[in-house]
C-alpha cells in the first residue's frame, strides 16, 4: 500500500519562508514525477510545482516562480518544495502527489497518489 505523507506546514509571517517534505513509503514503491498542489478555500486544487522522476526536468506555476523551489530524494523517497517570500495569498492546504509515470503532468488526474496535505497559513 502506497502512502504520502507531507510535514513542514505551520503559520509564517507575510516574507517568510517554511520547508515542506513529503515522504512516500510502499514495500516496492519507486514514485515516477511527483508534485506539490495547493487548495485554498473555495478553489480548484491546482499544481505548484513538479519534478520529473530524474529530476532532469522541473515545472512552477507562474505564481510561484522564484519563490518556491522542489527537489527530491529517490534514495529516500522524499520530496521536499522550499518555499519563501510568502505572501498571503499562498494560505492553502499543500498537497504531495505522485504518478507512476516518470514524465511531468500538469493535471492532478494524472497523479495516482496523494498525500493528506498539510496546512499553510500566511499572515500579513
Known amino acids: 500500500q502506497v502512502q504520502l505523507v507531507e510535514s513542514g506546514g505551520g503559520l509564517v509571517q507575510a516574507g517568510g519562508s517554511l520547508r515542506l517534505s513529503c515522504a512516500a513509503s510502499?514495500?516496492?514503491?519507486?514514485?515516477?514525477?511527483m508534485g506539490w498542489f495547493r487548495q485554498a478555500p473555495g478553489k480548484e486544487r491546482e499544481l505548484m510545482a513538479a519534478?520529473?522522476?530524474?529530476?532532469?526536468?522541473?515545472y512552477y506555476a507562474d505564481s510561484v516562480k522564484g519563490r518556491f523551489t522542489i527537489s527530491r530524494d529517490n534514495a529516500k523517497n522524499t520530496v521536499d518544495l522550499q518555499v519563501s517570500s510568502l505572501k498571503p495569498e499562498d494560505t492553502a492546504v499543500y498537497y504531495c502527489?505522485?504518478?507512476?509515470?516518470?514524465?511531468?503532468?500538469?493535471?492532478?488526474?494524472?497523479?495516482?497518489?496523494w498525500g493528506p496535505g498539510t496546512q499553510v497559513t500566511v499572515s500579513s
Open positions: 510502499g514495500r516496492t514503491f519507486s514514485p515516477g514525477a
Open positions: 519534478v520529473s522522476q530524474t529530476s532532469m526536468f522541473t
Open positions: 502527489a505522485a504518478r507512476d509515470g516518470s514524465g511531468l503532468r500538469y493535471s492532478r488526474l494524472d497523479y495516482n497518489y
